[in-house]
């Protein structure tokens, strides 16, 4: 019950204090919008390449944008010592990254439902009839990018070239995550119905969970040197 | 080396051959020190004498290479959310968040420590280091000297047996830095055990039961500060760190 009240504490400092600044939600969300209009340029609306991609460059503006987020929630924590400050508290280290984790997951869904929305319209799509199905998806998705970005994000934070490690280091071993949340959003945008993209939302789960699971019990020697 | 004060039989920290490296530097030599419950020791030394280094292993956020470290009779890492419990750490780094205000983010460290009604605790040591009114302003907007003296606040909160001080005058002004002194002197006078690394010679014998020296990862001279003045402290800080500087090269 305890560590149930830490982590709710972790995750309302996250909030208050980006709810305050609007600093990094604001950012992620206009690279997000920026990717979207930029591919807008390149494909004719309602084509069929513009079908086959569609859901590629949805999941490339949520995954660079969630990027520009992973490393400013970590910076932020850095810049006063404000790591050290909870690593020196009576927490588990691993209830630090889920309070970090769902407070990421949490900034990337608030950029999600905007930019998707832009998506849809610029790219004349109907996303009506697969709406649970892609609120699965983003969430699913969305879980295991937060999960691999925040532990990396730790790492990165203190090598020299933060801003690129984050990228070359995630995108990797995000592979799985990306290419199961782009096939069933192509599934669930082409009106597939459940049963027919289970297989992506199956491993899509699979990866969460054992992401969750290594990066629950990787953070504490990520924190210490 | 000179003997050290006599000290109980159950020491608040227990330090054994302590030996840090990051990859071929040896940042930590096989440091051993025993520090009495109540006792104040000031540490001194040049830049990369492994001061720091050594208290961040002490407060379980580096690991060690080798050694064996017991603080109130528990080794650490066998029970270090136990021994963070037990321990405030004030560093030149405040630990605060910009946009949160003082009194948020005390009552989020409170939460994390499971201090019992975080809101109370949290205005009582406002008052105790006079910022009850800026408890509804931001931290980016506190000088340095009110950031130090929130982090004191925030160190305090749980009531620590144990205080490490990393360079905590860093960057205060004379003000500031007089009402971190009389603090520090209230806190040694409840006999709270406290670890302070500092580069200023005067604050840290004022301040100290025992005054210890390292140089290049080892304590290189450790007495009782009774037994010092001013004078003869900075003489002998100077001719060792020159010494070491002579045979080793410049350290800092």
Redesign the interface.
């Known amino acids: 019950m305890?560590e149930l009240?830490?982590l709710l504490?972790?995750i309302?400092?996250d909030l208050?204090?980006e709810f305050?600044?609007k600093e990094m939600i604001s950012s992620m969300l206009m690279f997000a919008l920026i990717v979207v209009v930029i591919f807008n340029f390149t494909f004719d609306p309602g084509s069929r390449a513009t079908a086959e991609a569609g859901p590629g460059i949805l999941w490339v503006a949520f995954t660079f944008a969630g990027v520009l987020g992973l490393h400013r929630a970590m910076v932020?924590e850095v810049?006063?010592?404000?790591l050290?400050?909870?690593?020196?508290?009576?927490?588990?280290r691993g209830i630090i990254f889920l309070g970090k984790a769902i407070g990421n997951a949490i900034f990337i869904f608030l950029i999600e439902l905007p930019t998707f929305l832009l998506f849809s319209v610029f790219f004349n799509i109907d996303f009506w009839k697969g709406l649970d199905k892609l609120a699965v998806i983003f969430f699913l998705g969305t879980i295991g990018f937060a999960a691999v970005g925040t532990l990396l994000s730790a790492i990165s934070v203190n090598t020299r070239t933060r801003e690129i490690m984050l990228p070359i280091l995630l995108f990797p071993i995000e592979v799985p995550v990306i290419l199961s949340a782009v096939n069933a959003t192509a599934g669930a945008l082409a009106g597939k119905n459940w049963n027919e993209i289970s297989g992506w939302l199956k491993l899509l789960a699979g990866f969460d969970l054992i992401f969750l699971l290594v990066c629950f019990v990787t953070f504490e020697y990520v924190?210490?040197? | 080396m000179n003997a050290s004060p006599a000290v109980s039989p159950t020491p608040a920290i227990e330090v054994t051959n302590l030996v840090k490296t990051f990859g071929t530097f040896y940042a930590l030599r096989g440091v051993s020190l025993q520090i009495a419950p109540g006792e104040s020791v000031a540490i001194f030394g040049p830049n990369g004498a492994g001061k720091t280094t050594f208290l961040r292993i002490l407060s379980a956020i580096s690991r060690p290479s080798s050694g064996e470290i017991v603080i109130n009779g528990q080794p650490l890492g066998d029970g270090t959310l136990s021994i963070h419990r037990q321990l405030g750490v004030i560093g030149h780094q405040s630990f605060l968040y910009d946009d949160l205000t003082a009194e948020e983010n005390l009552q989020f460290y409170a939460r994390l420590y499971d201090v019992p009604r975080p809101s109370h605790r949290s205005q009582e040591v406002l008052a105790e280091v006079g910022l009850r009114e800026r408890a509804k302003d931001r931290v980016r907007a506190f000088s340095r000297g009110m950031q130090q003296r929130l982090a004191i606040a925030r160190a305090m909160l749980h009531n620590p047996s144990l205080l490490f001080l990393d360079e905590p005058y860093t960057g205060l002004d004379q003000h500031a830095a007089s009402m971190l002194t009389t603090w520090l002197s209230r806190l040694r006078s409840e006999r709270r055990t406290i670890l302070l690394v500092t580069h200023d010679l005067d604050q840290g014998l004022a301040l100290a039961d025992r005054v210890v020296i390292f140089l290049r990862g080892k304590i290189a001279w450790e007495k009782a500060a009774r037994e010092l003045d001013q004078h003869t402290l900075r003489q002998l800080y100077f001719d060792l760190v020159a010494g070491a500087e002579r045979r080793f090269g410049a350290t800092a």
């Open positions: 305890s009240r830490k504490a972790l309302r400092k208050l204090t305050r600044t932020h810049e006063r010592g404000c050290h400050g909870l690593m020196l508290a009576p927490v588990e924190l210490e040197e």
